[in-house]
T-cell receptor, first 110, second 117 residues
Framework: DAKTTQPTSMDCAEGRAANLPCNHS???????VYWYRQIHSQGPQYIIH???NNETNEMASLIITEDRKSSTLILPHATLRDTAVYYC???????????FGDGTTLTVKP | GAVVSQHPSRVICKSGTSVKIECRSL??????MFWYRQFPKQSLMLMAT?????????EQGVEKDKFLINHASLTLSTLTVTSAHPEDSSFYIC?????????????FGEGSWLTVV
C-alpha cells in the first residue's frame, strides 16, 4: 500500500468547515483513497472513498487533485462530535488489508 | 453501511488464561476478515488476515500459536489470545470486506478491550 502523510493535529471551530489534507505522492493507478475516523475507544468508522473524481456523501466531501498525489477531506459544518482521529488510506479496491498511519487528530472547539 | 459487530466489547482475564473475541458481519457475507491491535495513543497495527475455510495469514512478528484465528463461516471470525499476559492487554479490532457497487469497502467492528491482570 502507498504511504500517506497527514498533519498530526488540527483544530476547527464548531460550525465551520474542517479541511483535512493528505499526501499520497506514491499512489498507484489502481489505488483508491479511503478516509476513516476513530472516535476515542471505538473502532474506525468509514467516511468516504474515491479514485480520481471528487466525491460527496452525507458525511463529507473528498477532493482529489488531478495528479492524485494528494486529497482533502472536507467536513462542511464541523460539530463537537466530529472530534476524532482521521485516517487517510490508499489501497486497491480489491485489496482488503489497510495500512494505518498516525492520522490527524481533529479537535472541534466550541 | 454494513455492520460488523464484536463481542465482548470489554473483557478482563487472568494471566495465563485464554480469551476469545468474536467478529461478526451482520448483514453481509465476508470471506475475508482482518484483525488489528491498537495500543493506547498508537495507530492500528494489522495482526492477521482471516480467510474463511482456510488458515489465517499472519503479519511479520505476530505469533500464530498465541493468536489463534478461526474463520469457520462467512459471517464469523474468532481471535483467541492464548496464555494471555499483561502485555497482551490492548484494543483488538476486526474488519470485514463488503462488496459495493465500485468494488469493496472495509467496515470495522466496535473493538474489544482486553485487560490481562
Amino acid at each position: 500500500d502507498a504511504k500517506t502523510t497527514q498533519p498530526t493535529s488540527m483544530d476547527c471551530a464548531e460550525g465551520r468547515a474542517a479541511n483535512l489534507p493528505c499526501n499520497h505522492s506514491t499512489i498507484s493507478g489502481n489505488e483508491y483513497v479511503y478516509w476513516y475516523r476513530q472516535i476515542h475507544s471505538q473502532g474506525p468508522q468509514y467516511i468516504i472513498h474515491g479514485l480520481k473524481n471528487n466525491e460527496t456523501n452525507e458525511m463529507a466531501s473528498l477532493i482529489i487533485t488531478e495528479d492524485r498525489k494528494s486529497s482533502t477531506l472536507i467536513l462542511p459544518h464541523a460539530t463537537l462530535r466530529d472530534t476524532a482521529v482521521y485516517y487517510c488510506i490508499v489501497r486497491p479496491t480489491n485489496a482488503g488489508k489497510s495500512t494505518f498511519g498516525d492520522g490527524t487528530t481533529l479537535t472541534v472547539k466550541p | 453501511g454494513a455492520v460488523v459487530s464484536q463481542h465482548p466489547s470489554r473483557v478482563i482475564c487472568k494471566s495465563g488464561t485464554s480469551v476469545k473475541i468474536e467478529c461478526r458481519s451482520l448483514d453481509f457475507q465476508a470471506t475475508t476478515m482482518f484483525w488489528y491491535r491498537q495500543f493506547p495513543k498508537q495507530s492500528l497495527m494489522l495482526m492477521a488476515t482471516s480467510n474463511e475455510g482456510s488458515k489465517a495469514t499472519y503479519e511479520q512478528g505476530v505469533e500464530k500459536d498465541k493468536f489463534l484465528i478461526n474463520h469457520a463461516s462467512l459471517t464469523l471470525s474468532t481471535l483467541t489470545v492464548t496464555s494471555a499476559h499483561p502485555e497482551d492487554s490492548s484494543f483488538y479490532i476486526c474488519s470485514a470486506r463488503a462488496w459495493t457497487g465500485d468494488g469493496n469497502t472495509i467496515y470495522f467492528g466496535e473493538g474489544s478491550w482486553l485487560t490481562v491482570v
